[in-house]
C-alpha cells in the first residue's frame, strides 16, 4: 500500500541569472528563485534519488511524504556550473538529460538556436527575416504552410500565437534538411560561430562524469533533439542507438538510465519509440504531461510538472514550453 502517496517531478531547462545574461529574453528560472526552490522543497517533500523514485513506482518504497524529484534537461552548462553545486550542498540529486550529439559534435540543437534567435530578435523580426532566407532557397510558400492552431498553442501553452505558430512550424512542420540551413545561417550571422556557442552551451563528457561523481545521473535525451514520434524507423533507430551508445562510452556506470522524450508531449513518443528504448537499455522515461505519478504508472510515460509549478503557491505561475 502506498498510503496515497504521490511522486512529483519537476523539469528545468534554463536556470540562470537571466537579466545579467546576453539574452535577458530567454524563458528560465532566475537562479535566486531555483536557490529558493532548493531550499524550500525538503520542507514539502521527501527528496527523491532515482532509485527510490523507480522503487516507488515499481511498489517497492513506501515514503512517509509525498516525493519530488529534480530533472533537468538539455545538458546546458549551467547544470554543471551552477545547479550541481547548490543540489550537493543539501545533498539533492539531480537527474540530467543531456543531448548526446550537442555534446560530442559541438552542434547548438536547432530548438536551441530558435530560443536564442527569438530572443535577440524577437519575433516579428526573426520570422520576416527566416521568411527571407526560406524565400532565397526558392521555399517562400512553406511559411505559409497551413497549420493545426489548436496544436500549436496546446503544445506552447504561454506564448502568444504567432510565436506558439512560429515554434510549432518550426519543430514540428519543417523539414530539418532546409529548416537547419536557414537557422543555422540567421544563427551565425545574429548570435555567433555555433561550435564555439555549443562549447558554451552545453555540459562536455568531462563535466557530466564531475556531475555523477557529485551523486548526480545522467539519462538520455535522444542524440539530435528531434520530435521522436515524427521519425521514419531508420532514423528513429539511429538517433537512440547513437544516444544510448554515446552514453555508455562516456559516462560512468549506472544501475539504471532514464531516458526523457524530446519535447515532451503525449504526441513526442509512440509505441515504436518505447519498443527502441526498452531494446537499448533504458528503465524508463519522462515526458512533460501532467499526471499522478504512483506505483502502477506507466514507466514509458511518467508524468512531469513544469518547474514553476511545482510549489504549491505556484500552482497558477505560467509554465515554460520548449
Ligand atoms: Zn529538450
Request: aromatic content about 12%.
Amino acid at each position: 500500500m502506498n498510503h496515497g502517496r504521490q511522486l512529483y517531478i519537476a523539469t528545468y531547462h534554463y536556470v540562470r541569472d537571466l537579466p545579467h545574461s546576453r539574452f535577458p529574453q530567454i524563458k528560465g528560472m532566475l537562479l535566486d528563485d531555483f536557490r529558493n526552490q532548493v531550499k524550500v522543497l525538503p520542507d514539502l517533500f521527501e527528496m527523491a534519488t532515482l532509485n527510490s523514485a523507480y522503487d516507488f513506482l515499481a511498489g517497492r518504497y513506501q515514503p512517509g511524504r509525498d516525493l519530488c524529484l529534480m530533472t533537468f534537461d538539455d545538458g546546458l552548462k549551467e547544470h554543471y556550473s551552477e545547479v550541481t553545486p547548490i543540489l550537493s550542498e543539501k545533498g539533492i540529486q539531480g537527474i540530467f538529460f543531456p543531448i548526446t550529439g550537442c555534446m560530442q559534435d559541438h552542434v547548438v540543437a536547432p530548438v536551441h538556436m530558435n530560443h536564442f534567435l527569438l530572443a535577440a530578435l524577437g519575433c516579428e523580426q526573426y520570422r520576416a527575416a527566416f521568411v527571407d532566407e526560406l524565400s532565397t532557397l526558392g521555399l517562400a510558400d512553406l511559411a505559409h504552410t497551413t497549420l493545426d492552431d489548436a496544436a500549436a498553442q496546446w503544445t506552447y501553452p504561454l506564448d502568444d500565437c504567432e510565436t506558439a505558430r512560429f515554434k510549432y512550424l518550426f519543430n514540428f512542420i519543417l523539414s530539418p534538411l532546409y529548416r537547419d540551413v536557414v537557422v543555422q545561417k540567421l544563427f551565425e550571422e545574429w548570435i555567433g560561430e555555433e561550435a564555439a556557442f555549443a562549447a558554451d552551451l552545453y555540459l562536455s563528457w568531462e563535466e557530466a562524469r564531475e556531475m555523477q561523481r557529485a551523486g548526480m545521473m545522467m539519462g538520455g535525451h535522444s542524440h539530435a533533439h528531434r520530435p521522436l514520434a515524427r521519425l521514419e524507423n531508420s532514423e528513429l533507430d539511429l538517433d537512440l542507438a547513437r544516444c544510448w551508445e554515446l552514453m555508455q562510452a562516456n559516462l560512468d556506470a549506472q544501475d539504471y538510465w532514464p531516458f526523457s522524450y524530446p519535447y515532451g508531449k503525449a504526441d513526442s513518443f509512440d509505441g515504436r519509440v518505447i519498443q527502441k528504448l526498452r531494446e537499448l537499455g533504458f528503465c524508463c522515461s519522462l515526458c512533460t504531461e501532467k499526471g499522478l505519478n504512483v506505483p502502477g504508472v506507466d514507466f514509458f510515460a511518467i508524468h512531469r510538472v513544469d518547474c514553476k509549478q511545482i510549489l504549491p503557491e505556484n500552482h497558477l505561475l505560467p509554465q515554460t514550453s520548449f
